[in-house]
């Protein structure tokens, strides 16, 4: 059974660089059949897709967020990651890890999500 | 790209059905079958009971429905159960890889 978490800081200072990780358990990473997805949803908002990662290490990013993000996979092939630079107040959010199917667009296994809170 | 619209909540009386709207523009929900939809009671993980306009996982009970229209997408939700009374999230792909959420439902039972 595929589990995904989802560990970091839960506190970020303003200026700062986020970096959240997502381990898989129950999966291997190099399945083509998937991307590998950070969302966030913001208190009292909606769900905001941040980007996808595909395994051999080809990303795609909501503009939103371009010029600061960065996901990659980590060389044990069971870990990926998430870092997001220059955080405001506006970042925090409740940040999720998941698995996406890919060519049917469909987020399968989520993660249950760790909150960041952005505060000097 | 904007999020989809979906009304903020949505109610009904046990047994009763309701149903759930989500609007984008042909750039999303109306240019592709790929509208999906997730429950997520808070501080749980969201799940998908819905994929492809109208697919059920297995699992998921056949009292949730969805359906397409143009640039709409619904939810329905028949024979409310307590158990419903949860946050819901569709999900389309808007081309180029990229995804847009709707800013989600709150579902209550009455």
């Known amino acids: 059974q595929l589990q995904l978490q989802e560990s970091g800081p839960g506190l970020v200072k303003p200026s700062e660089t986020l970096s959240l990780t997502c381990t898989i358990s129950?999966?291997?990473?190099?399945?083509?059949?998937?991307?590998w997805v950070w969302i966030r949803q913001p208190p009292g908002k909606g769900l905001e897709w941040i980007g996808n990662?595909?395994?051999?290490?080809?990303?795609y990013y909501n503009s939103s967020f371009t010029s600061r993000v960065t996901i990659s996979v980590d060389p044990s092939k069971t870990q990926f990651s998430l870092k997001l630079s220059s955080m405001t107040a506006a970042d925090t959010a409740l940040y999720f890890c998941?698995?996406?199917?890919?060519?049917?667009?469909?987020?399968?296994?989520w993660g249950q999500g760790t909150l960041v809170t952005v505060s000097s | 790209q904007s999020a989809l619209t979906q009304p903020p909540s949505a109610s009904g009386s046990p047994g009763q059905s309701v149903t759930i709207s989500c609007t984008g523009t042909?750039?999303?929900?109306?240019?592709?079958?790929?509208v999906s939809w997730y429950q997520h009671h808070p501080g749980k993980a969201p799940k998908l009971i819905i994929y492809?306009?109208?697919k059920r996982p297995s699992g998921v009970p056949d009292r949730f429905s969805g359906s397409k229209s143009g640039n709409t997408a619904s939810l329905t939700v028949s024979g409310l159960q307590f158990e419903d009374e949860a946050d819901y999230y569709c999900?389309?792909?808007?081309?180029?890889?990229?995804?847009?959420f709707g800013g989600g439902t709150k579902v209550t039972v009455l």
């Open positions: 998941a698995r996406y199917r890919r060519l049917a667009d469909y987020i399968d296994h």
């Open positions: 129950g999966d291997s990473i190099t399945s083509s059949l998937y991307f």
């Open positions: 990662l595909f395994y051999s290490g080809n990303t």
């Open positions: 042909s750039s999303d929900v109306g240019g592709y079958d790929f």
């Open positions: 492809e306009v109208i």
């Open positions: 999900m389309s792909y808007a081309g180029n890889n990229d995804l847009v």
